[in-house]
C-alpha cells in the first residue's frame, strides 16, 4: 500500500492541476517526486497483476480495446487512458483511481507504455503479461534506431513472467519469441491474403518477405470490409461488426483478442467476446469522429510513417476534404525526415485543402514532389481550422495530425463541438 | 524529350533509413521540371553493377544495415572509384557516407574496411549527435537538415568540408566541419532530407550530370517558394 500522505498530496496536486485546466502529467511528475515507490506499490495489491502493451503504433486504440474486452469478461480494469503513456502518466491516472488510503478498487492494470519508459518500468514492476505489437520507424530521434527499440521490446518480454503476445507479421516482433522459452507465447497475425496492406518498414520500397516456417497464431485477422471483420480464433472463424475504422485498428483487434484469451484462459467466453469488441469505438485522436456543422470530421493521429501509410490507405480521400497539421514538438520528434517515407500520390486526385502546424512549409513542400494540390498553407492551426471549417461546409473532413497539432486541435473543436474530455 | 538521366540508388534494402528516399525523390522531380527524363536503377547486395549511371545517391542504415552491405560494397569499389574518377555526380549520406571512407572502427575497436573513394575516417562514438543543424558551405550557401549520428568523422587532406557548422554538431563535434566535398562527390551527415530543403545542392548534382551526358545544362526556374519558407522556420526551431 502507497504511504497516505502521498495519495493525499498527489490527490491535492491533481485536483489543483485539473482547476487551472492543466495537463494530465504534472500531478504524476509531482508524486514521482515525493515518492518513487507510488506506482510500485499502488499496483502490488491487484490480484490478477499488471499487463504491458507497448509498441509503436496502435498502443492506445488497443489498450482502450483490451480494457473493454476485460470488463465483458467480468474484470475490474485499470487502465491509463489518457495517452499519456510515460510512468508519470500512469501516477496521474491512479491518483484519480486510488482511494485516500491509497487502495486500488480494481482486479488488474492494463498499461499502455511508450517503449522506453517501458524498460524503465518493468524494472521495479514486473509484468504478468505483455503485448508488444510493433516496432516502425518512430521517434529515431529520441530512441536512435529500430534495432535499439526492438531490444527495448525484448527486455519488456523477458521482464514478462507468464504470458507474452507477439505480432507474428513483424519480423522483429515475432523473432522475441526465440528467446521466451519458459514463458507462454501467443501470436496474433494476418491471413496470408492481407499481409501486402501491411509492409513492415524493410519491405518499405523493395522484394517480398522471404520464406520462412511461420509460427501459429492464436488470432488472425481473415477478412475485413468497412464495418465488419472476420477473425479466425484457434480454429474456428467469427465475423463480427465492428465501429473501429482502419486496417491497423482492425488488425490491432486481432491482438487485443490474443491477449485477453491468454489472460482470462479457460474462463473466455467467446460469444461475449466478440459481442464486446463489435461496441469498441476508437480512442481520441485515432481515427476519432467527431461532427462539426452537421458533417463527421475525423482526426487521425500520425506519428511515423508506417502510421501516416497505414492512415492514407485505411480513409480513402474521395469525397472528403483533407487537411494535415505536422508539428515538430519533443512529442512529436524534431526531425522531419519521416514525411518523406510516406507516399502521399493517394491525394493526388483531391488535392490538400490547408496544410498546417509548426512544420507546414515541411509538409507542402513534401506534397509538391508529389505533385499535391495544396490550397492554403497556414502554419498557425487555429487559422487553419477555421478556414477549413469554413471552406467546406457540406463535406466531410478529415484532418491527419501529429500529436501535439491533435490536442490543439481538439481543444478548438471542444469550442464548437462535443469532444470526449479525456483526462 | 528523350534525354534519359540515369540516377542509380545505392542499396534501397538495407540503407533507406531517415528519409533518404526524399533524395531520390528531389532528383528525379526536378529532373523532370527541368526536361529531362529521370530512370532509377536500384542497386543492392548480389545485383550485377549497371552499366549506365548518371547519378548515384546512397543512404544510411542501421548498425545492422552496414554489416550486410559492407563486403558487397567492397566488390563494387572499382564500378564506384572509375566513375567517381570520371566526374559522376554522387550524393552519399550517413551510413554510406562513413563508408566510402577509409575506415569506420567501432566502439569495441573493430575495423571495418571502406572503399577509400574519400580520405576520411570515421570512430564510433558513446554519444549520440541528433538535431537540427545548419551548416554554411562557400558553394551551396546556408546548409539546413537534421543530424542523427554515433560515428565521428575526421577529413584527411585530400578532401574538404562540405561546409562550416553554425550550428550542431557536424562531423564530429569537434572541429566545426560538416559533410565532405570531393570531385563532384557530396557526402554528409545531414537528413531531413538534405535535397529538397537544398535544392541547390540538387541542382548541381544535376548539372553536373546533364552537361556530362549532353554538353549544356539550360535550367528552368523552379518555383522553390515552400522550400525557402520551410528552411527559414528550420533554422530557428530548436536542436
Known amino acids: 500500500m502507497p504511504k497516505p500522505y502521498t495519495t493525499l498530496l498527489g490527490k491535492t496536486v491533481r485536483s489543483i492541476a485539473r482547476l487551472r485546466g492543466g495537463g494530465s502529467a504534472l500531478p504524476g511528475l509531482f508524486v514521482e517526486k515525493i515518492d518513487p515507490t507510488f506506482v510500485a506499490e499502488a499496483l502490488a495489491q491487484l490480484p490478477r497483476g499488471v499487463v504491458i502493451i507497448s509498441g509503436t503504433n496502435g498502443k492506445t486504440t488497443t489498450t482502450k480495446m483490451v480494457t473493454e474486452l476485460l470488463e465483458a469478461q467480468g474484470l475490474k480494469v485499470f487502465t491509463n487512458r489518457t495517452g499519456s503513456n510515460f510512468v508519470r502518466g500512469v501516477a496521474a491516472a491512479l491518483l484519480g483511481e486510488v482511494d485516500m488510503k491509497g487502495k486500488l478498487d480494481a482486479d488488474i492494470a492494463v498499461l499502455e507504455l511508450d517503449e522506453a519508459h517501458a524498460v524503465h518500468f518493468v524494472r521495479t514492476i514486473a509484468p504478468r503479461y505483455s503485448l508488444l505489437l510493433n516496432v516502425m520507424r518512430d521517434q529515431l530521434d529520441r530512441f536512435g534506431e529500430i534495432d535499439a527499440t526492438a531490444k527495448m521490446l525484448s527486455a519488456i518480454a523477458q521482464r514478462t513472467t507468464e504470458g507474452v503476445v507477439l505480432n507474428r507479421e513483424d519480423p522483429h516482433v515475432a523473432s522475441l519469441a526465440d528467446k521466451l522459452k519458459d514463458k507462454n507465447v501467443a501470436f496474433f497475425g494476418l491471413n496470408p491474403t492481407l499481409s501486402h496492406l501491411f509492409p513492415s518498414d524493410d519491405e518499405l520500397r523493395s522484394g517480398s518477405k522471404s520464406a520462412k516456417i511461420t509460427p501459429i497464431a492464436d488470432v488472425t485477422l481473415e477478412e475485413f470490409s468497412d464495418d465488419e471483420a472476420t477473425f479466425k480464433i484457434d480454429i474456428t472463424k467469427y465475423t463480427t461488426p465492428l465501429k473501429l475504422q482502419g486496417v491497423y485498428n482492425i488488425f490491432n483487434a486481432a491482438a487485443a483478442l490474443a491477449l485477453v484469451r491468454l489472460i482470462v484462459g479457460e474462463a473466455c467466453d467467446t460469444d461475449k467476446l466478440m459481442a464486446s469488441l463489435a461496441s469498441v469505438t476508437p480512442a481520441f485522436g485515432r481515427g476519432e469522429r467527431l461532427v462539426v456543422g452537421g458533417q463527421p470530421l475525423e482526426l487521425v493521429l500520425v506519428k511515423n510513417p508506417a502510421g501516416f501509410r497505414l492512415g492514407l490507405s485505411s480513409f480513402p480521400a474521395s469525397d472528403y476534404a483533407t487537411m494535415i497539421a505536422i508539428n515538430d514538438n519533443y512529442a512529436d520528434g524534431r526531425d522531419m525526415s519521416w514525411l518523406w517515407d510516406v507516399d502521399f500520390d493517394s491525394l493526388h486526385k483531391v488535392g490538400v485543402s490547408q496544410v498546417a502546424g509548426i512544420r507546414a512549409y515541411d509538409m507542402a513542400l513534401r506534397l509538391q514532389y508529389d505533385e499535391v494540390e495544396i490550397s492554403q498553407v497556414e502554419p498557425d492551426l487555429k487559422k487553419a481550422l477555421r478556414h477549413f471549417i469554413a471552406q467546406h461546409p457540406d463535406t466531410p473532413k478529415r484532418v491527419y495530425c501529429t500529436y501535439t497539432a491533435m490536442l490543439t486541435l481538439r481543444r478548438e473543436l471542444a469550442k464548437i463541438t462535443d469532444v470526449e474530455v479525456v483526462s | ?239
Not at chain 2, 566488390?75 to 563508408?99: E, F, N, R, V
Open chain 2, 1 to 239: 524529350m528523350s534525354h534519359n538521366i540515369h540516377i542509380l540508388q545505392l542499396y534501397p534494402n538495407d540503407m533507406n533509413i531517415y528519409g533518404d528516399w526524399g533524395n531520390v525523390l528531389t532528383v528525379m522531380r526536378r529532373l523532370q521540371w527541368h526536361g529531362y527524363n529521370p530512370i532509377l536503377t536500384e542497386y543492392n547486395q548480389g545485383d550485377t553493377f549497371p552499366t549506365e549511371v548518371d547519378i548515384i545517391i546512397g543512404g544510411g542504415g542501421q548498425d545492422s544495415g552496414q554489416t550486410v552491405i559492407q563486403d558487397d560494397l567492397l566488390k563494387i569499389s572499382t564500378h564506384l572509384h572509375k566513375l567517381a574518377d570520371d566526374g559522376t555526380p554522387m550524393l552519399i549520406i550517413c551510413g554510406l557516407y562513413q563508408l566510402f571512407g577509409n575506415f569506420f572502427k567501432t566502439l569495441d575497436g573493430t575495423v571495418i574496411k571502406g572503399i577509400g573513394l574519400l580520405d576520411l575516417e570515421t570512430h564510433g562514438g558513446n554519444e549520440r549527435l541528433i538535431g537540427n543543424i545548419i551548416i554554411k558551405s562557400h558553394e551551396f550557401g546556408e546548409i539546413i537538415g537534421y543530424e542523427n549520428h554515433s560515428g565521428q568523422t575526421f577529413l584527411g587532406k585530400n578532401v574538404v568540408p562540405l561546409g562550416l557548422v553554425q550550428k550542431g554538431a557536424g562531423n564530429n563535434g569537434h572541429d566545426a566541419t560538416e559533410g565532405v566535398r570531393y570531385k563532384n562527390i557530396v557526402g554528409s551527415y545531414m537528413h531531413g532530407s538534405l535535397l529538397p530543403k537544398n535544392p541547390a545542392i540538387a541542382d548541381f548534382l544535376i548539372e553536373q550530370a546533364v552537361t556530362r551526358k549532353y554538353g549544356e545544362f539550360v535550367p528552368t526556374v523552379i518555383d522553390d517558394r515552400f522550400a525557402e519558407l520551410a528552411r527559414d522556420i528550420a533554422a530557428k526551431r530548436p536542436r
